[in-house]
């Protein structure tokens, strides 16, 4: 897909208080988010306290991972890359036509995953051996257990997906931001009841039907709420889900034509996942053969996921679902210079708390693994090896969250076919570098490896999406925006620094346990945002004041 070269003033032309609307915009979805990656994380402490670092663990986590990986391959790729795009144009047209243009959308969606739905709980066993194909013997029939309970969540997970995007396009943020909370307090409402219920830890071979069941439902339960909650929200914007048929007019020719590559970008991420899940797999087999009680296998790696991830949706996540929308308008009206001032602004924005996060994580790793997860069958030592993986995935952070900025560019000038081929380029950086270790590494060095390959792989995404946005938009900004990262870094580095040494003499005092653990990360968090603040400032970052201010102005008038 070619796209002309912007008018050189267009950028002239934006509002003077665009990045105030968008830091505003973005703080609002922030705090929402935040409080459901605590909830998220209390969802995850709760399962790990329950399952330990143990082969029942390994069965509901590679479970409850697939309906989302089956929907994001048969569809949910393709509603995130073409929705909010779509729906934006509909509505710029005619609002009215746009209503329907939904209607008929959320319609079409159910019926299609109501049926996929039906099917892969049928084909339950099928699925667990594509994704995890080297489970045998109880672990399997627990996993196939737990999969025909969790597949329903596919339905659910299309039609919040159609939601969020009508509420998104009309500018109504702050609800898919909040609902996940209810999701995750009813899993942790699960796992607490699981929890009285169970006498011990439970293992594949003594877990009974009835607790499978309570785990099963219980969790699927949570997309279940969290789909109810968003409809409040969406009557207050005005639409109203009606069913409608008359799918023709939906353009289902140019959604295909975009959601094909879109289906070929997630693939390609499922291949990665492939990849893990079974030579994570591969090691806990290792390790059970020798009877260690340590974990170096998938557990750990998913759960170091989970706590990497949290920077990255509370900041890039809410950086980049106000730009979509904005992106995508200034996209349909051909002003590109307007999209590359768009994606300028929501990088330096999304570092101003990336970058710390990633020093921070890479220097408090290990305390910050035992601070989460060192509790009931969750062991000090399995922690402390999940803390890290953490650190390692935290070195990737910030070319991660760059490339999912770099992403919506494509989404809004309504190309998928780039960015599909440039991601097969970078998950096979990560296939590659991830088998290699595997061949060569100890088993302790297995996960670790692959966690640093998944950043060398998003580091090779965001370098060969910058050069084509260059040449696509006639710039990126590039010059400002390397200037402004590098005096981030310049200024999170130090607090690092001092913050590692903090975390080595406080062990050394204190001891190594959980108390100790916890003390790190409160000495070191500040000593890193400290140092990041007052150096930001020296160095004259003015993005960091600009963020600061807003937050100030908003606690100030009560926002």
Known sequence: MTVQDPPQDDTQAAPADTTDSLVRSSAVMAAGTLVSRITGFLRVMVIAAVLG?????????????????????????????VLV????????????????????????????????????????????????????????????????YFLPQVLFLGIVAVVVAILQSRRRFAAPMWAPVLNNLTVIATGLLFMYVVDGQPTPDTITAGETMLLGLGTSAGIVVQTLALLPSLLRAGFRPRPRLGFHRLGLGAIGRLGTWTIVYVTTNLAGLFVVTNIGGAV???????????????????????????????????????????????????????????????????????????????????????????????SADNAGYTGLVIAAFAFGLIPFSIFQLMLRVFYALQDTRTPALVNMLGTAVTIALGI????????????????????????????????ILRRRLGGIDGRRVVGVLARMVAAAVPGGVLAWLATLGLTQLLGDGKTTAVICVVVGGLL???????????????????LVSTFRGRRASGG
Do not use: W
């Not at 029942?56 to 790729?77: I, R």
């Not at 779509?86 to 049926?115: H, I, M, S």
């Not at 060569?440 to 370098?463: E, F, K, R, W």
């Not at 890193?528 to 600009?546: H, I, K, Q, Y």
């Open 53 to 81: 670092s143990s082969p029942l663990s390994n069965a509901y986590n590679t479970a409850n991972n697939a309906p989302f990986s089956l929907y994001e391959l048969l569809l949910g790729g393709v509603l995130s890359a």
């Open 85 to 148: 795009p779509l729906l934006v144009r509909e509505n710029k047209r005619d609002r009215r036509e746009g209503d329907l243009y939904a209607q008929r959308l959320l319609t079409l969606v159910v019926l299609v995953l109501v049926g996929l739905t039906v099917l892969s709980v049928l084909g339950a066993p099928l699925i667990l051996d594509l994704i995890a194909n080297r489970m045998a013997g109880s672990q399997r029939e627990i996993a196939v257990a737990f999969l025909r």
């Open 528 to 546: 890193v945002l400290g140092s990041f603040l007052a150096l930001a400032r020296a160095l004259r970052v003015t993005e960091v004041a600009t």
């Open 436 to 467: 290699g270790c595997y061949l060569v590494l100890p088993h302790q060095g297995v996960m670790i490896s692959l966690a640093l390959a998944y950043g060398v792989g998003y580091l090779v995404n965001t370098l060969v999406a910058a050069a």
């Open 284 to 378: 806990d087999r290792a390790l059970a053969a020798t009877h260690q009680s340590l974990n170096y296998g998938y557990t750990p790696y998913q759960n170091a996921f989970t706590v990497f991830s949290l920077p990255h949706a509370i900041v890039a996540v809410s950086v980049i679902t106000a730009l979509l929308p904005r992106m995508s308008s200034h996209a349909a009206d051909g002003r590109f210079g307007l999209v590359r001032s768009d994606l300028s602004t929501g990088i330096r924005l999304a570092a101003v708390l990336i970058v710390p996060a990633a020093v921070a994580l890479v220097a408090l790793g290990r305390p910050v693994g035992v601070t989460i997860f060192s509790l009931g069958f969750y």
